[in-house]
């Protein structure tokens, strides 16, 4: 592809990045059912997505510098950035007790490979999602994505999402809330210099009237001085589950030990819900396999505490 080409695809995906929320922000005239307008933010849905060991334990300064699987999940415009193929297994979990409806936890599987076709890299994800805690859902959550590296310097990626959650119901009322919609995400990743990666970012962009999956725009910055160590943060704007538009924002340190331990530790906080959150991860990968460990706490407030485990194997 062409200098002229991959100019042309930069400004057709920044713009779309850059102007869709806001566009869709401005024609919403009120806020869906149940979300906006809720008397204590902390109840609000919060957004339920893939998340991976490295996006959760990074806080919210992951996405910038997120890579095979963590970029299908975050940032698919850097799915193609380096050349992996990896498969993962992983299962999301916030305990409770029987009162609180039990643990709610979803069990699913990742495909990510850059290494079939030169500059392009696929990816696909499904989970199921069973009900649990204050979280009164099930169903499943599929998406897709695709990753070009236009240039060394330039990547740019689309993802594709179709979602059936439906609410628990008892006495015929409603315990939670719904998404059933197919949605797209897009994203744009510079990197001016080696150890520099910036990007732009821009979730559900297709509406879904639901807090699940909410309207996101914003972007990420990502630094890897050296190999084994590396810091990011996010800064991204919720437009559609409240009142106006809130922040969230973060960041994240990773290091990996010995070159196969990886250790990280993560600040996010939530100004819609009110919620800071502390975050931190730990694995260990050796040859072919690894097995990873993230965890999410609230800090005040609701007290949820979110953990992601996954296995992954590394074809090539």
């Not at 959760?56 to 992996?84: D, K, V």
């Not at 330039?154 to 179709?162: K, V």
Request: proline share 5%; net charge neutral; aromatic share 8%.
């Amino acid at each position: 592809m062409g200098a002229k080409q991959a100019c042309c695809w930069t400004a057709i995906v920044g713009l779309w990045i850059a102007l869709c929320p806001f566009s869709i922000a401005s024609a919403q005239t009120e806020a869906p059912p149940g979300v906006g307008g809720v008397g204590d933010p902390a109840q609000v849905p919060t957004e339920d997505t893939l998340e991976t060991t490295y996006g959760l334990a990074m806080g919210s300064g992951a996405r910038a510098g997120a890579t095979a699987i963590s970029a299908l999940a975050y940032n698919t415009s850097n799915m193609a950035a380096i050349s992996t193929y990896h498969i993962e297994a992983f299962s999301q979990l916030i305990p409770g007790d029987k009162s609180d409806g039990g643990t709610y936890w979803t069990i699913g599987s990742s495909v990510s490979d850059s290494t079939t076709a030169k500059r392009v890299a696929l990816g696909t994800s499904f989970r199921g999602v069973f009900s649990g805690t204050d979280r009164r859902y099930q169903g499943w959550d599929w998406r897709s994505g695709i990753g070009i590296q236009a240039i060394p310097q330039l990547g740019l990626g689309l993802g594709l999402r179709w979602a059936r959650i439906r609410p628990d119901r008892s006495d015929g009322q409603r315990l939670g809330p719904s998404l059933d919609r197919v949605t797209m995400d897009a994203s744009i990743t510079i990197t001016p210099l080696p150890w520099l990666k910036i990007a732009g970012l821009g979730y559900n962009l297709i509406r879904t009237h639901s807090a699940l999956a909410p309207q996101i725009a914003g972007g990420s910055v990502s630094l890897a001085p050296i190999e084994s160590f590396s810091l990011g943060g996010d800064i991204l704007v919720d437009v559609s589950t409240f009142e106006k538009p809130e922040l969230i924002a973060g960041g994240g340190l990773s290091y990996i030990a010995g070159e196969m331990v990886p250790l990280r530790i993560g600040y996010r906080r939530d100004s819609g819900r009110n919620l800071n959150q502390m975050t931190a991860g730990i694995g260990i990968n050796k040859g072919k396999v690894g097995f990873e460990g993230g965890l999410r706490q609230d800090l005040g407030g609701r007290k949820e505490t979110y953990l992601v485990f996954m296995f992954r194997f590394v074809v090539q």
